[in-house]
């Protein structure tokens, strides 16, 4: 380019000085300048071509690099989810067993105390029976030697009641 430059401002001083002049011999160079404009704007145009496509080159490498460290990241993260599911499953099997186990005692222990509620009630009627026999036993010999003593004094009014209860004691069996 700077060689059609010095080129027109050579032809230029010639068409002012030679009055003889021929002006096609500038037309040709202005054909040449357009020429050169015409092969820089190409060679530009090339080379923003080139541009735009290693910026998609870049710019695929860019998204396969994203799509990698998005993909790791996604199986880290999946790897993570399975442990903390792991974890929590054998947790919550740890509390189930826990609480079965507690269900289990709970059971055992209502068993046992239903058990010893119902010998302490054995225990207790066995024991009140005893007291209850040995009480007839005091009363029917205290009767008899009652009745006895109110004959023996003549007081039928005292022995009747005494005697109606011993014959009354007597049908029962006791």
Known sequence: MEDLIAQFSFLSNQALQDKSFD??????????FEIEA?????AVELEQQQEVE????????????????MESA????RRFEAEMEAISKAELDSLVATAESA???????????????KRYI??????ATASMKSAWKGISTSKEATAESARKEGSLLFVVP???????EKRQGG
Request: proline letters at 2%; hydrophobic letters at 50%.
């Open 103 to 117: 269900r289990k005692m709970g059971k055992f222990m209502e068993n046992a105390a239903t058990i010893a509620s």
């Open 74 to 77: 996604m199986d880290e993260f």
């Open 54 to 69: 290693a910026a998609e080159v870049a710019m695929q490498e860019a998204e396969d690099y994203m799509d990698s460290v």
């Open 23 to 32: 002006p096609a011999t500038i037309e040709d160079l202005m054909k040449l």
């Open 38 to 42: 015409y092969k820089s704007w190409a």
């Open 162 to 168: 005494f005697l109606l209860f011993g014959e009354k």
């Open 122 to 127: 054995e225990a207790a009627l066995n024991s």
